[in-house]
């Protein structure tokens, strides 16, 4: 719909016409954003030149073939890696000159995030594995309970809460890593491909708990190659070869 | 629905604050990474097990070898202790040519005369200064007698001071007296051991025991304890010197003669000795083995033949010192080689978890972990590793000994310095050999450990 410029010094970006008062509440700003892998002598650039903004309390998908460098997108949005060339400012603060303690913090206190294949801790219970985040944090053994107790009701496996992760359905499993990803209240979630593994059934599950999830309030990015799931989203990122294609909202 | 979301109600999220972290809840990590650590551990029983092997070997060899040569240590040290470290121990030895001449000719066979004699030393007494005291010894083999019982022994005749320069101890009775000394009196002392075979039953104070045709009246029983190898008698028997009994040196010249007839395979052998065996004690602890010389030297002038051999508790309590000292260094460093070895082990396998726990890795940094959570997860796991090797390896260790003491009868030492510095050792080794498999995991690229399979 429209092209938006930020403007990383200030972290505001330039927001649609109708909505100004939302100025302020640029959570991820990509500017110019490069990414370039070496292979020995051969350079390949899989990103070229992005630039992008999230606001607060977006529900965001972003879609296209496999190899248009939408991983690698998601890996700089989740601080696990770093753009060749442009800034990343999340939360108003710039990323591109952290080392990597400070990027290790953001990544533990800013971000969440939601992995096709889960990722959890097969040695931990379900309880443990939403904990994990917050011991990195820093919180105490009581609130990080108190919080993780919390999260596995809202997901609905509080009944499982002893459960390690092979005991659980893929689903439950998807459940479990929402709710790790909540843990720590990010500014942002991610989820690369969270319905890849799963049922349509449980899948479609995974979506409503994003749809609810985003209209209390959160903001979340979620990848995928398929159309029909990003345009459940009310703001879908198209790429292609490493551009953005296009960037629409729906008008409901 | 999009005005919903961007209505300007709703309120800017606040901005999380950096979290601080608080000692307390570093503590708390702490405690979930060593949590995490035992579960990886016990999740690869087996392996684990193997792994640890190394370890739980080194350090029970290091705990179980030291306490055997301490208590080797020890137990040449007290034999030597028992014979006193200001005595100079001097013994007749029939020499090698005289065994040999004696064989050969017609006729009964002759005495053989041979070693130390009261006029040897009455010389050392009177020329070397420091000798407070020189006990002689004569040792004859006999059978003695009490009712049907009899017991083939050796009979000491000695001074009144013999068992104070030795340090022997009397259980019951007393040692004879100078007066029963002057008397060539026909008393007699057991050692334990003669006494509990001939008079199984009775108290033997009191009573008398025969040998050849004379009665002995028993005054005192010796305790058996404190004899030594080294303090058997060269000249007559190689029994355990435990089995002896002690009268006074005037009535074993006077009731056995000097000659003393043996039994031998081809035949009987008569020998004359004077004299046995001779203590000399020496006032000063430092000058005994400068006396030991000297009376070396007055001997070798005074006898044609090597008959006689000089032997310095202080100087073999030295060597066993030095041979000690030498065990331990040996003992050291094949313990320390096995602990070597099982560090080794245990790197290896801590390289394998690395690698098979890669997407953990992932996981954990994406969530938060910085690369020193990494690499604390890892080394706590490696020392969690080689301190459960070093208390099995420390239980083994204090249990060896125990086995080797009830089966061989030796004698060992568990001091408590080996199993806790066993165990440290063990513990930095988990340290030592872990820190380069955590930092391989704490160097790992988060995006490729998480694409990892």
Partial sequence: ?252 | MTDAILEPTVQPRRRPDRPKLRAGNRLVRFKKITQVGIKSIYSHGLRSLLTVLGIVIGVAAVIAMLAVSEGASFEAQQQFRDLGANNILLKSVKPAEVEASSNRGFGPPQAIIYGLTLADVETIRSTIPGISNVIASRIVKKNVWHLGRSMNTDVVGTAVDYPTSRNYNLRSGRFFSETEMRDHANVVVLSDEVANVLFPIDNPLGLSIKIDSDYYNVIGIMESEGFSNLGQNQAGSSNAAPSRIYIPFTASKSRFGETTTRQTAGGMERETVELHEAIIQVDNQESVIEVGEIIEQILARRHKDIDYAIEIPLALLRQAEESALRDQIVAGAIAGISLLVGGIGIMNIMLASVTERTREIGIRRALGAKKRDIITQFLIEAVILSGVGGVIGVVLGIAIPFIISAVWGMTTIVTPVAPLLAFSISALIGVVFGIYPSMRAADMDPVEALRHE
């Fill in chain 1, 1 to 252: 719909m429209t092209s938006l410029e930020p403007n990383p010094a200030t972290g505001i970006g330039n927001p649609p016409a109708d909505i100004d008062s939302v100025a302020q509440s640029v959570v991820a700003s990509l500017k110019d954003i490069r990414k370039t892998y070496y292979m020995g002598a051969l350079a390949v650039e899989v990103l070229h030149g992005i630039s992008l903004d999230f606001y607060q309390g977006e529900y965001v998908s972003i879609m296209g073939p496999s190899g248009c460098g939408k991983s690698t997108l998601m890996n700089i949005l989740g601080c696990l890696d770093k753009p060749t060339e442009g800034t990343y400012y999340l939360g108003g603060e710039d990323t591109s000159e952290m080392d990597d303690d400070e990027l290790s913090t953001i990544r533990g206190a800013r971000l969440g995030f939601i992995f096709q294949s889960y990722n959890l801790i097969q040695q931990l219970n379900v309880l443990e594995n939403i904990e994990m985040p917050l011991f990195y944090q820093g919180y105490s053994e009581q609130d990080s309970h108190e919080i993780a107790m919390g999260l596995v009701e809202r997901v609905g496996l509080e009944d499982r809460i002893d459960h390690k992760p092979f005991e659980l359905s893929g689903g439950q499993q998807q459940r479990v890593a929402i709710a790790r990803a909540l843990a720590v209240d990010p500014l942002i979630i991610l989820a690369d491909e969270p319905t890849g593994n799963l049922d349509t059934k449980s899948g479609a599950e995974i979506l409503d708990l994003f749809d609810e999830l985003n209209q209390q309030g959160k903001t979340l990015i979620m990848i995928t190659h398929s159309d029909e799931l990003a345009e459940r989203s009310p703001r879908w990122v198209r790429m292609l070869d490493g551009k953005v294609e296009s960037d629409d909202r729906r008008n409901s």
